[in-house]
Structure formats: structure tokens, C-alpha cells
């Protein structure tokens, strides 16, 4: 095992992860991020779906969803509904082929549901079953050809990726919707 004075200090790790995330959020098109808010402020109702740690990314951007007004739910949760025609799914999968997503997704298609998926891999499984795709050139636990390299674990880059971008849809909602802070904080928690 390296000495402490081999590995990297955290400043130059900070600097990397920056660089990294600078890379990825460089690649990606500002339009897509315009069509999914518009997307979603024509949805009837918005289910978001991803496993592991896409799915953590998909569960905070349905808070901000909800914070910002917009009916939505998290697959797998207790009291979601079914998905129904007018519906629309973000299912979140860096690989595109997570069985538990794609699933998801091709449920919903089925149940006539519209699916915009957030992933690497637009020639994917769940790339193939999505109306629109947000492309995020990052890496994944996968390092396939076109994805960002990265020096960090597994699908970090994505993870943190998907984070920014998504909170940038949820940001061009609050604008649209004229959502400030104050107005947003209204629907946060006050159970904690």
C-alpha cells in the first residue's frame, strides 16, 4: 500500500474531479436540457425511475420536481401510481441497459407513457424505448468507447453529472414557472 505521501492530496483530487466535470458538462447540448423542461411542463404527471446510485440522482431531481410544483413520483415507492397514457417517465441509466430501468421503461411505453431517458448510451436499450435522450458523455463503471475518462470509481462522473444537468432542467423550470427560492421553500419538508 502507498505511503500517504505517495497518493495525491485531496486539493489535487478536487482539481481532477472539477476538470473532469468541466469536460463532461462542456459536451453536453444545452438544447436537449430546453426539451426535457419542455417536456415535463406538458407531462400530466412525471415518474422518475433509476437503480442505485442513478436512481439516488433520479429520486433528488423528483424532490426539486416537487419543490417546484410539478406532480411527480419515484418508481418503486408505495404510494406511486400507475403509469398511464399523458404520462412521462426520466428513467436514469449511465449504461442504458439496467434491467430494473429498462423495465421500467418498457412498461410504460406499453401503458402509453412517454420515456426520456438520461444515459451514455443513446443506441442502448433504453435509449431505443426513449421519445428524447439526454446524452451524458461521462464515464461508467463500463469505460466504453465515448465515454469521458475519468480517474474516479465506477460511474461517479455520471452520477455527478446527471446531479448538475438535472438540477439545470429543474432550474429552466423554476424560470419558466417563476419559482423562486422563497416560493420553493413553501413545499419543502417541515416534518424534519
Do not use: C, W
Amino acid at each position: 500500500m502507498p505511503s500517504n505521501d505517495e497518493l495525491p492530496a485531496a486539493a489535487a483530487l478536487l482539481e481532477t474531479v472539477q476538470k473532469e466535470m468541466r469536460g463532461v458538462l462542456a459536451s453536453v447540448d444545452a438544447a436537449s436540457l430546453d426539451t426535457l423542461a419542455t417536456v415535463l411542463l406538458r407531462a400530466r404527471r412525471i415518474f422518475v425511475a433509476g437503480e442505485g446510485r442513478s436512481g439516488f440522482m433520479a429520486k433528488a431531481f423528483a424532490m426539486r420536481l416537487m419543490h417546484l410544483g410539478l406532480p411527480v413520483h419515484v418508481v418503486g415507492e408505495t404510494t406511486t401510481p400507475a403509469v398511464a397514457a399523458g404520462d412521462t417517465v426520466v428513467a436514469v441509466s449511465g449504461s442504458g441497459t439496467t434491467a430494473g430501468t429498462v423495465r421500467v421503461a418498457e412498461a410504460a411505453v406499453k401503458a402509453g407513457a412517454e420515456v426520456h431517458a438520461v444515459t451514455t448510451a443513446p443506441d442502448s436499450p433504453l435509449g431505443a424505448l426513449a421519445a428524447t435522450v439526454l446524452l451524458l458523455p461521462a464515464a461508467t463503471k463500463y469505460r466504453r468507447p465515448g465515454e469521458a475518462p475519468s480517474v474516479q470509481p465506477l460511474s461517479s462522473l455520471f452520477d455527478q453529472a446527471t446531479h448538475v444537468t438535472l438540477d439545470v432542467v429543474a432550474l429552466r423550470l423554476a424560470n419558466l414557472l417563476e419559482v423562486d427560492n422563497e416560493r420553493a421553500r413553501t413545499a419543502h419538508a417541515n416534518t424534519e
